[in-house]
Structure formats: structure tokens, C-alpha cells
């Protein structure tokens, strides 16, 4: 790490103590050069709604070294999985500028769900504290429980770029700024952090356990775009309208609400990214 920041003027190390404490951090980081996450998507996306809230020319560049979970926004910065491996990358790192979506006020980095992979998120929370799982197959165990035992459908009211609304009866939804979610599950092969839009992938139900499965499964390396019932629209701006409410999951923390007005805010955040996805 110190090659990394050869360099630097200065350098200050805060450890957080309590859930929200990074987002109060990061309010305070004006003026500065660079913050450096170490850890997961959770952290990530409290010190990035703290930055947004600083003005666009005070604003720092943000990085990050994976030390969580699922480390999907990681992932989307060419970050490898190991941390060793993300300091070693950051020496060769670029600085660039990535979109963020923005639901009901919350800036979020990858993504939005609705459903049952938000309750697959949530299951993943108590199932890492009763194993040793991480990651992808955390978020595998969590979901082959869900849709063995849990396959409820939610109605809702969608609207795309202010079209007319489309009704859907849905297992899940998700609308993405980056590919993946759940550690690695490729749910929007076509995202790009980069490209002003964010992209929604819903799967319509009920559908059974088995085909159910099936789809969950080829979605980890996203080969689920030609299964029955998948759905992709993409889009700047998402109103969401459920007639129940559904379990959501925003960067892996729990979200809540019925109604939902989603957006991208283009080119918000500038970042260290690598040139290759790892």
C-alpha cells in the first residue's frame, strides 16, 4: 500500500464504529485527493451517499479495496476479489467518472431489487453469521432456500423514461447501475457503469421450483437473458408502484418502501478503475 501512495502529503486511517458512521465521515472529506474503502458494497455505498452530499468540485475520488461480501461495485472498478491483490491493482488504476442511481434520495452504486432476491440478500445477512460462506455461494445457499420455500409474486406498476406504465407480475426486479449483484450473479449482462442509462431485469411469476432454479442458476454467469418469463428494459429514469410490499435490497442493505422514483445520475462520481475486470 505504501507504493501506492508514494506520494501523498498526507494520510489519515478512520475505522468506523457503528452502522452510518462512514456516511458521517464522508460528509466531512472536502478537499481532499482520494478515499479508500476497505471493505464491502455496505460500506462502499454509506461513504458514497456521504460524498454526494459534498459540491461536485469538492467532491474526492473514491476507491476501493474488497474486503466484504459480495464486493459487486468492486467488481464493476476491475477490483480482484482478494485485498492484497486490489492494493497491487490500484498502482496501475485510472481515474474516470461512473454514473450512480439515485432511488427516493439514496445514491446506490450497483444496485436495486425487489423480491425475492432482495429477500435472498436479507437471508444472506443471519446465514454468513451461522457459516463461513462469502460471497457468491453465500448468496446461492440464501437463494436455494428462498425459491424452494418462498416464491411469492408482486404486482407492480412500471414506468420507463415517463411511457405509459406496464403491469407486471414479478418474482423479482432489479434495476442496475453495474452487472451484478449477490457476489457475482451476472443479472444484467448488458450494464455499464458508464453509459448515462441503468438497465432493469425482472422475471415474471409464478413460475415453479424447478424451471424457477433453473433460471436462478444460469443467471450467476448471466445465460438466463433467453429463459422463459425474462424481461430487460433500460432507462434513466423508474417509477415503481406495488401493490404489496416487497422485501428490497439496495447494495445489499435493506431498503423499504411501495413506491419507488428511480434515476441515474450520469458521470456523478469520479473512481480508480482498473482497465480489466478481474
Given amino acids: 500500500?505504501?507504493?501506492?501512495?508514494?506520494?501523498?502529503?498526507?494520510?489519515?486511517?478512520?475505522?468506523?464504529?457503528y452502522p452510518g458512521h462512514a456516511l458521517e465521515i464522508a460528509c466531512q472529506?472536502?478537499?481532499i485527493d482520494c478515499v479508500c474503502v476497505l471493505g464491502g458494497d455496505g460500506i462502499a455505498h454509506e461513504?458514497?451517499?456521504g460524498l454526494m452530499h459534498l459540491s461536485n468540485e469538492s467532491r474526492p475520488c473514491f476507491a476501493v479495496?474488497?474486503?466484504?461480501?459480495?464486493?459487486?461495485?468492486?467488481r464493476s472498478l476491475g477490483?480482484?476479489?482478494l485485498a492484497q491483490a486490489c492494493v497491487d491493482a490500484l498502482m496501475h488504476a485510472q481515474e474516470t467518472r461512473v454514473d450512480l442511481g439515485l432511488c427516493n434520495g439514496h445514491y446506490y452504486l450497483e444496485t436495486i431489487s425487489f423480491g425475492i432476491d432482495a429477500a435472498i440478500a436479507e437471508q444472506s445477512v443471519e446465514l454468513r453469521k451461522k457459516t463461513n460462506l462469502a460471497g457468491a455461494a453465500l448468496y446461492a445457499a440464501a437463494g436455494f432456500d428462498q425459491l424452494k420455500n418462498h416464491r411469492e409474486t408482486y404486482k407492480v406498476h412500471l414506468r420507463v423514461d415517463g411511457a405509459p406504465a406496464v403491469v407486471a407480475h414479478v418474482h423479482l426486479l432489479a434495476i442496475q447501475n453495474g452487472k451484478t449483484y449477490g457476489g457475482g450473479f451476472c443479472i444484467a449482462p448488458d450494464a455499464n457503469i458508464a453509459d448515462g442509462i441503468l438497465d432493469a431485469c425482472w422475471v415474471d411469476g409464478p413460475q415453479a421450483f424447478v424451471p424457477a432454479l433453473r433460471t436462478?442458476?444460469?443467471?450467476k454467469h448471466g445465460k438466463h437473458i433467453?429463459?422463459?418469463g425474462v424481461h430487460f428494459l433500460s432507462g434513466r429514469t423508474f417509477?415503481?408502484?406495488f401493490e404489496q410490499t416487497p422485501p428490497v435490497q439496495i447494495d445489499g442493505e435493506y431498503f423499504e418502501g411501495s413506491r419507488f422514483s428511480i434515476s441515474v445520475a450520469p458521470s456523478a462520481l469520479r473512481v480508480l478503475k482498473v482497465s480489466q475486470t478481474t
Fill in 47 to 49: 461513504v458514497v451517499n
Fill in 1 to 17: 500500500m505504501k507504493d501506492v501512495l508514494l506520494g501523498a502529503q498526507s494520510i489519515e486511517v478512520v475505522q468506523t464504529s
Fill in 226 to 228: 433467453n429463459r422463459p
Fill in 239 to 241: 417509477d415503481l408502484v
Fill in 65 to 74: 479495496i474488497s474486503n466484504g461480501s459480495g464486493n459487486d461495485f468492486a
Fill in 29 to 31: 472529506l472536502q478537499d
Fill in 216 to 219: 436462478f442458476l444460469m443467471a
Fill in 79 to 81: 477490483m480482484p476479489h
